[in-house]
């Protein structure tokens, strides 16, 4: 049983890193539909990926170490941290591993050593984005663990399979304090994963970019790997809203291999569905300028907040 | 009292009564004027959702009379005479910084621990479930009193005023099932004649002092005393 579950574990684990390209391919295509273009086709991002990895690698003559092992370092931490979230099932060995305050450990080392990579070759550009990227970490990272403690503390556990055992075993109960902390882990991730209110993932203005500013230097095999980090990101929070939030489908164990398919389906819907409500959002909102992001991860914090405050005045038993 | 021992009529009371608190917090950081007094509306008509429900759970049909004023008068009517009158007295485009916006959250975060801390008595008096909605009405009854004390724009701290009343409201309606009918339509009409009252004041305040910051009462005062010194700070 026990081989059987860690194959499963890594199975669950691959899943994210060859189906991560699959939903931003759709995250493009909705986002063109919206604005009355055909887009490009949903494998495009798999294109992209096969040609950055055939292309040569350029490294400049002034990078250290960093600047090569980097892409390898942000790949790994960000699919680790992807790997600790159930995805189909909840029993796989890896809840052990599973912990909220881990994961946000795991994406802050990954956007550490980004930084770092943005500003090994001393260009200005790289050197603006780490900065910029910082700034935005240091304020979306509170607002996500007060957001995660919110969770913790209806569960009594920081861990994310107990969390959604949890949510599971109440079946449908309206909580404020899960409306104020979704509300707020979906702000972060809008500002974590680098899309439209805070960052555009599709320019190279100077002016604007955070996340491409630290990508400039990097082409090939390099440039793949920190693109698909950014895909696999994307899916990760998707997946984390998905699954905490909503989490009906989900298999609680593997012993019956019928209701595979179904949180098979479930999954696949709740992500297609958060895409679109994302795109919605990003195409109704205009990108805004960079000294008004505080502003909106304040908000995000408020939230977190005001979800914590709720919970200890209207769900806590006395 | 935890949520999955409600049943799911005042779970909807409970979710209904936190987003009501979050709007009091948009209705403080609002700085446009029409944004804010759309974020009252709204707070009205939630406060009209909530006595709704409470209908629904409590079974008394007068609450949904009640329901109806409080979306009319509070969702539809003030906000729009507010709408109207910034519209005549030329603010619409006017933006109020706070000073301290970061500083004014977290008095206002610590106003709602503050209420859950004077609360926390009432548990004694098994009256459970309505505690937490108690203090969540003092909460935004307290934040309506900042906001009276942060902001300096005559009608922005009309809105705080009108939503101190809305706090009210939810006590009453949360804690007792309603007012009697009489009470409440008096305090409707008390409320709606404040609101052309507080119409009346501002093109008065405008005309003896030409802009609504309130602030600038004091200065007024200062400058009969003093004899030039402050007539170049006014201009």
């Known amino acids: ?318 | 009292m935890s949520p999955t021992a409600l049943p799911l009529l005042q779970q909807w009371v409970v979710v209904l009564a936190a987003l009501l608190l979050f709007l009091s917090f948009v209705i403080l950081a609002q700085t446009r004027l029409i944004s804010a007094i759309h974020a009252f509306a709204w707070q009205g008509a939630l406060i009209a959702g909530v006595t709704a429900v409470v209908a629904a759970a409590a079974h008394s049909p007068h609450l949904y009379f009640s329901a109806v004023l409080t979306l009319g008068l509070k969702a539809l009517l003030i906000p729009w005479m507010l709408h109207r009158l910034t519209r005549r007295l030329e603010l619409e485009n006017q933006a109020e910084t706070l000073r301290y916006p970061a500083l004014v959250g977290m008095a206002a975060v610590a106003l709602i621990i503050f209420s859950y801390w004077l609360v926390l008595p009432i548990v004694q008096a098994e009256l459970n479930f309505t505690r937490n909605i108690v203090a969540i009405s003092l909460a935004v009854v307290l934040i309506g009193l900042l906001m009276m004390v942060v902001r300096h724009q005559a009608v922005a701290q009309v809105l705080g005023f009108m939503s101190m009343e809305n706090g009210l409201f939810l006590a009453a309606v949360s804690a007792t099932a309603g007012m009697p009918l009489v009470v409440e339509l008096g305090v409707a009409f008390d409320v709606l004649v404040a609101m052309i009252l507080f119409g009346v004041f501002f093109f008065q305040i405008r005309a003896s002092i030409d802009s609504l910051d309130v602030d600038q009462l004091n200065r007024l005062t200062e400058m009969t005393d003093a004899s030039d010194g402050a007539e170049g700070e006014v201009g």
């Open chain 1, 1 to 318: 049983m026990t081989t059987l579950n860690w194959t499963f574990a890594i199975i669950q684990a691959m899943i994210y890193i060859v189906c991560a390209p699959l939903l931003v391919g759709w995250v493009r295509k909705l986002r063109a539909y919206l604005q009355n273009r055909r887009g490009a086709p949903l494998l495009q991002p798999y294109r992209d990926l096969r040609k950055w990895f055939i292309k040569e690698t350029r490294v400049a003559h002034t990078a250290s170490p960093i600047f090569t092992i980097a892409p390898v370092i942000v790949f790994m931490t960000t699919w680790l941290a992807a790997s600790t979230i159930p995805l189909l099932t909840l029993n796989t060995p890896t809840t052990a591993l599973a912990d909220l305050i881990v994961l946000v450990g795991l994406l802050a080392l990954g956007r550490f050593f980004l930084a770092l990579a943005g500003m090994d070759i001393g260009t200005a550009f790289g050197g603006m984005g780490a900065s910029r990227e910082m700034l935005i970490a240091a304020l979306a990272e509170p607002a996500m663990l007060i957001a995660v403690f919110t969770l913790a503390m209806s569960a009594h556990s920081t861990n994310l399979t107990q969390i959604i055992d949890y949510q599971l075993g109440s079946g449908f109960v309206l909580r404020p304090s899960y409306l104020f902390a979704l509300s707020a882990l979906g702000l972060v991730a809008m500002a974590e994963a680098g899309r439209i209110p805070v960052d555009n993932p599709t320019t190279h203005l100077e002016l604007t970019m955070v996340h491409e500013a630290m990508l400039l230097e990097y082409s090939g095999r390099h440039l793949a790997l920190m693109e698909w980090a950014a895909h696999i990101k994307l899916m990760l929070y998707g997946v984390l809203i998905a699954n905490i939030f909503f989490p009906w489908g989900i298999t609680t164990t593997l012993e019956q291999w019928s209701t595979l398919p179904i949180a098979i389906l479930a999954v696949v819907l709740k992500l297609m569905l958060l895409a679109l409500i994302m795109v919605i959002a990003e195409t109704v909102l205009a990108k805004m300028r960079l000294f008004r992001v505080p502003g909106f991860l304040n908000l995000a914090l408020l939230l977190a907040l005001l979800g914590l405050l709720s919970h200890v005045m209207l769900e806590v038993g006395v």
